[in-house]
């Protein structure tokens, strides 16, 4: 949709850098045990901006692939992925109409929630993946603007999970930060 395209381009714009060049706390805090898990150093990395996760990847020596719709948040990604020498494949593109054609051993979803596109992310894991997933919760402490279609309701992440063949290994929401987030830690089946 080019209105998603044309904000996430001017926030990118507006702001030296959106987020920090360091990965996200939750990937960090969770890797050592991500890495028990998988069997495979294939990732992906959905609405990855200016792609600080899918950098941080790459340096641990996955393979990955970072998708976004905004071109100026890719540039971005790429240049700096360029400066340190690690390869990721960015890949511009509308997540509304976008699917995963291959296999992955890592998907991650961070500040970003699009309901229906869950089920192709687990198809698209290998078995044994995993999906490790923060986003936004609608809670009081909420602040900003936010449209509520964007905000997981508090339960509903593991109500989303636990329809899939796999186990939740860590599922937690926090209302007391200044962005209330949900969490999960999924792995697919073997």
């Known amino acids: 949709m080019d209105g998603d395209r044309i904000k996430w381009d001017q926030r990118y714009r507006d702001v030296e850098r959106f987020f920090s060049l360091g990965p996200s706390r939750f990937l960090a805090d969770s890797f050592a045990r991500v890495l028990s898990l998988v069997r495979g ?61 291959e296999s992955y051993d890592l998907i991650l979803n961070f500040n970003f929630l699009m309901r229906d596109l869950i089920p ?17 919760l609608d809670a009081p402490g909420l602040q900003g603007e936010h449209r509520r279609d964007y905000l997981l309701q508090p339960g509903e992440l593991g109500n989303i999970f636990e329809e899939f063949e796999g186990k939740v290994l860590l599922l937690e929401e926090d209302g007391a930060q200044e962005i209330p987030v949900a969490r999960v830690l999924f792995q697919k089946r073997l």
């Open 41 to 101: 150093r294939r990732a992906l990395d959905l609405a990855c901006g200016e792609g600080r996760n899918s950098i941080y990847l790459a340096q641990q020596g996955f393979e990955v692939s970072g998708v976004d719709i905004s071109p100026v948040g890719l540039e971005r990604g790429k240049r700096r992925a360029a400066e340190l020498g690690v390869p990721v494949e960015f890949i511009e593109a509308d997540l509304d109409h976008w699917r995963p054609q």
């Open 120 to 136: 192709a992310l687990i198809e698209a894991l290998s078995p044994g993946g995993v999906v490790l997933m923060e986003t936004i």
